[in-house]
């Protein structure tokens, strides 16, 4: 890992974090999951479909319920405003392996539009 790499990492987990925050929405949502921004890990514990905390994850074996760890390009075009076609969502960006999506699929796959909602409210705001 290069100092480039984890400042790039540190600078996308920066600008996830004063978004996510504030994340919530009405749902019954709750899971710990393991987002990876480059090289830097995190745990984003959600509890009845709000952002309670954000946790640098330092911990050896620290659990969650499944992972989602992308590279700094991939992070920053799916953050563009308009993302390119192929960067656009977690799938297209697990098939061009720049995701990858890992562990216990049922609560994604059943909470899918949250989760995406989740990732992308670090998305630029069109001016």
Same mark, same amino acid.
């Given at each position: 890992?290069?100092?480039?790499?984890?400042?790039?990492? #540190? =600078?996308?987990?920066?600008? $996830?974090?004063?978004?996510?925050?504030?994340?919530?929405?009405?749902?019954? %949502?709750s899971?710990?999951?393991?987002?990876?921004?480059?090289?830097?890990?995190?745990?984003?514990?959600?509890?009845?479909?709000?952002?309670?905390?954000?946790v640098?994850?330092?911990?050896?074996?620290?659990?969650?319920?499944f992972?989602?760890?992308?590279? #700094? =390009?991939?992070?920053?075009? $799916?953050?563009?405003?308009m993302?390119?076609?192929?960067?656009?969502?977690? %799938?297209?960006?697990?098939?061009?392996?720049?995701?990858?999506?890992?562990?216990?699929?049922?609560?994604?796959?059943?909470?899918?539009?949250?989760?995406?909602?989740?990732?992308?409210?670090?998305?630029?705001?069109a001016?």
């Amino acid at each position: 890992m290069t100092g480039s790499q984890t400042a790039a990492g #540190a =600078q996308l987990f920066q600008r $996830f974090r004063a978004r996510a925050v504030s994340f919530s929405k009405p749902r019954l %949502f709750s899971a710990d999951i393991l987002l990876q921004f480059d090289d830097i890990p995190i745990i984003v514990r959600v509890r009845d479909g709000r952002v309670t905390e954000l946790v640098e994850h330092r911990v050896p074996l620290q659990s969650s319920d499944f992972s989602i760890k992308g590279t #700094a =390009q991939g992070w920053t075009k $799916f953050w563009q405003c308009m993302p390119p076609a192929g960067w656009h969502d977690i %799938f297209a960006l697990n098939k061009r392996k720049e995701f990858t999506i890992e562990g216990n699929l049922q609560p994604l796959m059943a909470h899918l539009q949250y989760v995406k909602d989740l990732l992308a409210c670090a998305r630029e705001v069109a001016a």
